[in-house]
């Protein structure tokens, strides 16, 4: 309610000048102004979120602290939900794009998978505190302002993995009547349920989480069975 209320009372603001584009082709000052106050909310936003704790911090001391008005903070994120997954969006986006990169239509199966979650484990690792946050309220996120870039990179990750599982399947390294995109996300919930259950973990060791998700993954693909063109 007291979130509400506060954003109720921003909507009230008269408009900063954050809210006015810059003219096309010509980034000056005010361009750079709106990019400093908002690294100036991620990084303030970042910091309380660890320092006090996601429930305990309010839209209004991240305003405050990262010295920008409470309109300001809502024309990038409705919630702080959203705030953290704005923070959390831009990494995941770069970490995808690597991912993507490092498939191999010929390499091995579970070669391929790990390509894609290890620099996705590596990102987690930055910062544990944040990322079990991210992790904890990525559930039914579903609305807000940065939920479509989230959910569009989640998608995009499953169809990856989809797509190596197809190109398993015609190099005959594994037989399946199922979809591989069914396959794909499959192994999607394998990755998500081995890397909550690796951030628990009092001590983020890189490699023995990899090794974890590996066995769990090399369980799956022996289920899959090889190139008898059967389902085992």
Sequence with gaps: MVERDTREHARREPASD??????????????KNKE???????DVAREL????????????QIATRADVGLGTVFIYAATKRDLLFLIANEGLDEVASTAAASVDPEAALIDNLLGVFGPHYAFFARQPELSRL??????FYDSGAQAGSFQKTREALIELLGTIVRHAAER?????DEAPQFVGWTIFCIYQVELRRWLSDGTIDLESGLDRL???????IRGLGSGSGTTR
């Design 134 to 139: 991210v992790l904890r309220e990525m559930a």
């Design 172 to 176: 005959r390294e594994i037989a399946t």
């Design 214 to 220: 590996r066995r769990a993954l090399m369980l799956l």
């Design 18 to 31: 954050d809210a006015t584009a810059a003219p096309r082709g010509r980034p000056g000052r005010r361009e």
């Design 36 to 42: 400093d106050k908002l690294r100036r909310i991620k």
């Design 49 to 60: 979120f660890v320092s006090k704790g996601f429930d305990d911090t309010t839209i209004r």
